[in-house]
């Protein structure tokens, strides 16, 4: 198999438009991005799909690749399909069904790339079609910070492939009173990093939303509700997403802690 990771990154954003090129110690997010994910050494190739020349441009100029993508796809999922496109069309000795794309989110700069090893090594075992990331909750952790609707959670089989994906607590913990459950089950937070095989990538771009999907809000359950197989790689490291300018402010604070 060989692995690329396509890192989307749109300029347009609701909460902190040009995101990816926000400052941050002296650099603009999407090279910490770009950085952390090439330091994998299971990656073939590493590029930045965007629909802007100014994060097209502040890409090459730090040595790093990139392509420019539409700028009418309706999610991070179909740029990817895209940009994946285009790279196997400069790459004709590979096929692509020996081929995994990595979907590395562009707004996390703390993105390791251990993290990256991990979801690769998901397709070693036979039948995985998509592969995601998951952490477990600690001892740390409140009773608020397990119901937070924003965090979602994972549930998965001895396999390490998912039943389910929820907002909601899961499982519920029927013999327990709520402030004892994580101290009775380890519970896993769903981490946003996704794996395809390039067959199935062009599959399930084209899926039309399913039941559980619009409950939730959680694109990959439509996966699931599709039959796709997701294997499930465990992560103890934690990153921060920047989706706000106090994200930024907190990221800047915890470089400089380091």
């Not at 650099?27 to 073939?44: D, G, M, N, R």
């Not at 796809?73 to 000795?93: F, I, K, V, Y």
């Not at 608020?144 to 907002?167: C, G, Y």
């Not at 004892?180 to 990538?201: D, E, F, I, K, P």
């Amino acid at each position: 198999m060989k692995f690329i990771a396509i890192i989307p990154a749109r300029y347009a954003s609701t909460r902190l438009p040009g995101k990816p090129l926000a400052m941050l110690a002296g650099k603009p997010v999407i090279q910490h991005v770009y950085e952390h994910v090439a330091q994998c050494p299971a990656l073939t190739d590493v590029l930045v799909a965007t629909d802007d020349e100014r994060i097209l441009s502040a890409v090459q100029a730090f040595g790093g690749k990139a392509l420019m993508t539409r700028a009418d796809h309706r999610c991070g999922t179909d740029r990817c399909l895209e940009a994946m496109n285009s790279w196997l069309n400069e790459h004709p000795g590979v096929d692509a069904k020996d081929l995994v794309v990595v979907n590395v989110q562009g707004d996390e700069p703390f993105v390791h790339p251990e993290q990256i090893s991990d979801i690769c090594r998901c397709f070693d075992a036979s039948g995985t079609d998509i592969a995601t990331l998951a952490r477990p909750y600690t001892a740390d952790d409140t009773w608020a910070d397990l119901q937070n609707p924003n965090t979602p959670k994972v549930v998965f089989d001895k396999e390490m492939r998912a039943i389910l994906f929820s907002r909601s607590v899961i499982p519920y913990l029927r013999n327990a009173a709520q402030e004892q459950w994580l101290t009775q089950h380890t519970y896993y937070r769903h981490v946003g990093m996704y794996a395809y095989r390039a067959s199935v990538l062009c599959t399930v771009a084209a899926l039309q939303p399913t039941p559980l999907e619009i409950a939730e809000s959680l694109e990959q359950l439509r996966w699931l509700e599709n039959g796709y197989t997701i294997r499930v790689a465990i992560t103890r490291h934690t990153t921060i997403g920047i989706d706000t300018p106090d994200d930024l402010r907190k990221a800047e604070q915890y470089i400089s802690n380091q």
